[in-house]
T-cell receptor
Framework: AQSVTQPDIHITVSEGASLELRCNYS??????LFWYVQSPGQGLQLLLK??????LVQGIKGFEAEFKRSQSSFNLRKPSVHWSDAAEYFC????????????FGKGTTLSVSS | EPEVTQTPSHQVTQMGQEVILRCVPI?????FYWYRQILGQKVEFLVS????????KSEIFDDQFSVERPDGSNFTLKIRSTKLEDSAMYFC?????????FGPGTRLTVT
């Protein structure tokens, strides 16, 4: 079955501390991988994506993610968290075929403490 | 920067009523999608659309749902007879080069 697992429902990080959000996927085809961020009442903003090539990808707002095929993982990292990073983060997987759906994880809520 | 737009931002309707949610995808995109997010839950795929046809649909997308591209710019989702459990945020997306761009969503409240 195709699925995305985000094992951490809620994470609290101190401002300035580093962050890692975990994502594991199960997908039958070559995966396209994404991280989206959602602030309360807002839409989904793409942070970064991985299609192929370099397994470490850089995104907006200082985020990066590393694709590890052997572990079926695509973890999101940030070296120093800012209070404005508090939001919900969704990992998603899709295929190269254009009509196919994105499959989302259940999300991780990030709180930032001062 | 081009963006996907959706109207209305919030729709309140009574159970059994028909609703139409509207989306304007990014102009040079060819693939369009609807997703929904029930409060506190994950984003779920409903349907994808290309060349005036449904490409793929989920189990959620039953006979109560339909999609249409009535003109060159709009993409609509119709729910024929709304149920309480249809209350959710509905997101439209359009795709180019592997990336789906999401609109801000329409919050549908069924009372």
């Amino acid at each position: 079955a195709q699925s995305v697992t985000q094992p951490d429902i809620h994470i609290t990080v101190s401002e300035g501390a580093s962050l890692e959000l975990r994502c594991n996927y199960s997908y039958g085809a070559t995966p396209y991988l994404f991280w989206y961020v959602q602030s309360p009442g807002q839409g989904l903003q793409l942070l970064l994506k991985y299609f192929s090539g370099d397994t470490l990808v850089q995104g907006i707002k200082g985020f990066e993610a590393e694709f590890k095929r052997s572990q079926s993982s695509f973890n999101l990292r940030k070296p120093s968290v800012h209070w404005s990073d508090a939001a919900e983060y969704f990992c998603a997987v899709g295929a190269k075929q254009a009509g196919t759906a994105l499959i989302f994880g259940k999300g991780t809520t990030l709180s930032v403490s001062s | 920067e081009p963006e996907v737009t959706q109207t209305p931002s919030h729709q309140v309707t009574q159970m059994g009523q028909e609703v139409i949610l509207r989306c304007v995808p990014i102009s040079n995109h060819l693939y369009f999608y609807w997703y929904r997010q029930i409060l506190g839950q994950k984003v779920e795929f409903l349907v994808s659309f290309y060349n005036n046809e449904i490409s793929e649909k989920s189990e959620i997308f039953d006979d109560q749902f339909s999609v249409e591209r009535p003109d060159g710019s709009n993409f609509t989702l119709k729910i024929r007879s709304t149920k309480l459990e249809d209350s959710a945020m509905y997101f439209c997306a359009s795709r180019v080069e592997g990336e789906q761009y999401f609109g801000p969503g329409t919050r549908l409240t069924v009372t």
